[in-house]
Nanobody, 127 residues
């Protein structure tokens, strides 16, 4: 299964973007879906994760509530609404999915053990 991210781009500081994650032909019954990011020269880090079964969420503390993750059961898609973007948010954002794992566990583990990854979508925030 190949996850497909979209919605990345270049914005100015304070701007917004909405990322989408799709899995054509696949249904996530009991998965944690997560957004991760990796900046050049840095390790991958968790951003936000959500359960496809009950919608519970987990956010990394550094987000300071600027981002919102959501899951659309009907469309089988995950979204990441990013507001008040900062230059330090510049990175490639990846969508990942893992079966039967809590969202917090998935995010804290930075996606370790993931079942499926996307190829990423780049986000650049200019100052």
């Amino acid at each position: 299964v190949q996850l497909v991210e979209s919605g990345g781009g270049t914005v100015q500081t304070g701007g917004s973007l909405r990322l989408s994650c799709a899995a054509p032909g696949f249904t996530f019954d009991d998965y944690a879906i997560g957004w991760f990011r990796q900046a050049p020269g840095k390790e991958r880090e968790g951003v936000a994760c959500i359960s496809s079964s009950d919608g519970s969420t987990y956010y990394e503390d550094f987000l300071e509530r600027r981002f919102t993750i959501s899951w659309d059961n009907a469309k089988n898609m995950a979204y990441l609404q990013m507001n008040n973007l900062l230059p330090e948010d510049t990175a490639t954002y990846f969508c990942g999915a893992i079966e039967r794992v809590l969202p917090a566990t998935f995010c804290i583990a930075r996606g370790y053990g993931v079942n499926y990854w996307g190829k990423g979508t780049p986000v650049t925030v200019s100052s």
